[in-house]
């Protein structure tokens, strides 16, 4: 099975300030059509996880533009431009191998303010 | 719009079958593309995909969990339902369902149910 890494695990932010979160696959992403098959969850406390990025750098729907997803293979990166204080929550990263079909989240990265 | 609710019992005892039914609306698993996936999350730890069905009723397993996971869909009642049988304490968790939509790839989980808890005891 591939497996995903996550650094670092606990990440305490300033709002205001940028933050990183990195993510690596123990295998390559990328696909033959170009798209790396890695997505971005934000899991707030209590809440059911929700997409801020899809096929490795798109953003999906409402989410604010101050999240970008970039990176390509097997080393990938959610960036923050500017971290707010509704930004906190566990952050995971997400591998959508397609054959066969494997779905592999990593380990999460708890986001909390200093 | 689209909307998702997972429902099922909130206790089971151990090696007993769980069967969860997840009700959505807003879009149909007979649309080209349209899949239903669930995952699940045990207390304090992280999400684990347990299984994912498609409109042209393909069905995928996680690897570890295959032999117990069964997955099946009523695309006139929007319902998709998991079994999971012999039930074990270390299955305790919340069971999500979750949309995502294949368009040149996959586009991501886009929309999630609110969860239920799962709890396995005697």
């Known amino acids: 099975d591939i497996v995903m890494t996550q650094s670092p695990l606990s990440l305490p932010v300033t709002p205001g300030e940028p933050a990183s979160i990195f993510c690596r696959s123990s295998?390559?992403?990328?696909?033959?059509?170009?798209?790396?098959?890695l997505d971005w969850y934000l899991q707030k406390p209590g809440q059911s996880p929700q997409l801020l990025i899809y096929l490795g750098s798109n953003r999906a729907s409402g989410v604010p533009d101050r999240f970008s997803g970039s990176g390509s293979g097997t080393d990938f990166t959610l960036n923050i431009s500017r971290v707010e204080a509704e930004d906190v929550g566990v952050y995971y990263c997400m591998q959508v191998l397609q054959t066969p079909l494997l779905i592999t989240f990593g380990p999460g990265t708890k986001v909390d303010i200093k | 719009q689209v909307t998702l609710r997972e429902s099922g019992p909130a206790l089971v005892k151990p090696t007993q079958t769980l069967t969860l039914t997840c009700t959505f609306s807003g879009f149909s698993l007979g649309t080209t593309g349209m899949c239903v996936s669930w995952i699940r999350q045990p207390p304090g730890k992280a999400l684990e995909w347990l299984a994912r069905?498609?409109?042209?009723?393909?069905?995928y397993y996680s690897t570890s969990l295959k032999t117990r996971l069964t997955i099946s869909k009523d695309t006139s009642k929007n319902q998709v339902v998991l079994t999971m049988t012999n039930m074990d304490p270390v299955d305790t968790a919340t069971y999500y369902c979750a949309r995502i939509r294949l368009v040149s790839g996959p586009q991501g989980f886009d929309y999630w149910g609110q969860g239920t808890l799962v709890t396995v005891s005697s």
């Open positions: 295998q390559s992403l990328l696909h033959v059509n170009g798209y790396n098959y």
């Open positions: 069905i498609d409109w042209d009723d393909d069905k």
